[in-house]
């Protein structure tokens, strides 16, 4: 549900001609990870999973969680959820602003061809890539 209220919230805020916010046209935006520590309850354990030691939980069950952020206004435009045991790299190619500027940039399609096709180059938010 939170994800939901964050995707009817969240989208580009920078006006065009603000600071560091383009570059030829182009909005800027970086893609960055974090984990966050989820009420220990076995709900959040089985969705999130978590840390572990010798086969014991060790520690709060965690979500990463990526976003794409503009880099002028430092407004979130999108999201990707996922669990402990999941990495930054899957959830940001899940990202259709960032598969969008993946797309279009030769080097970095050759790497990410299975997970970022040729098809999905438009933005749920509309920004210009």
Known sequence: MLEAVFRELAGP?????????????MRLAAVDGSVLDAPDTKVNRAAFGGPVKNGQSAGFPQVR???????????????AVGG???GE??????????RAAWARRPACRRRTRRACPERVLESRHSVPV
């Open 13 to 25: 805020l920078a006006p065009v001609g603000l600071q560091d916010s383009f570059y030829r046209g």
């Open 65 to 79: 969680v990526v976003t794409l952020t503009e880099c002028g206004a430092h407004a979130q435009i999108d999201v």
């Open 84 to 86: 402990f045991n999941g």
């Open 89 to 98: 790299r899957e959830l940001a190619i899940a990202l259709p602003g960032a």
